[in-house]
């Protein structure tokens, strides 16, 4: 066969040089290697940026809140899971090196069942920053960022998979109402101040 033809030279600047800054370290350069039915529903982040944990911290620091969980599949069914205490951290000086902890309890069954008691105490873990208690990376493992132990019932962080998938555990999942291989079409976390 003959050999391919040599390259245009603009293509020959095409990549650029080894110099050139590159992406801090996150989830994105995952992203390029899944179809386009798999992008998440929201990017996964990394804890420097994530001042959702944050905020939950301190707003969760002001008082008693409760947790609700609401899910939807793709036939529109509905459940909920409420949780009668949530926090994070509440008895850490600094949150962040505490891994922003999750405390919750007082379960009441909505319909989805209790996939989140599992998570209770442990720390939030990313791609970037494993502080669960598996071995290898779940958030790598799961696509998620999550208060992973080793690794989930609930993966509300994982990838929007779209209903029934055969890949393990890594979409938008809720064990207990769905199984480990449903991506969820919807999912809200909602707190209250008691
Ligand atoms: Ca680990």
Sequence with gaps: PAPPPPPHPAQLHHHPPQCAPTHPP?????????PPHTLPHTLPHTLPHTPGLQTLHLLTLQGRYELRVELEDFENN?????????????????AEEDGYTLHVGDFVDGGAGDSLSYHNGQKFSTFDRDQDLYVQNCAALSSGAWWFKSCHFSNLNGFYLGG?????????????WKGFYYSLKKSEMKIRRL
Excluded: E, M, V
Excluded at 78 to 94: D, E
């Design 26 to 34: 996150s989830f994105f350069p995952l992203l390029p290697h899944l």
């Design 78 to 94: 509905t459940a909920a899971a409420t949780y009668g205490t949530f926090a994070l951290s509440p008895h850490a000086i600094r």
């Design 164 to 176: 029934a998938h055969l890949s393990y555990a890594n979409g938008i999942n809720w064990a207990q």
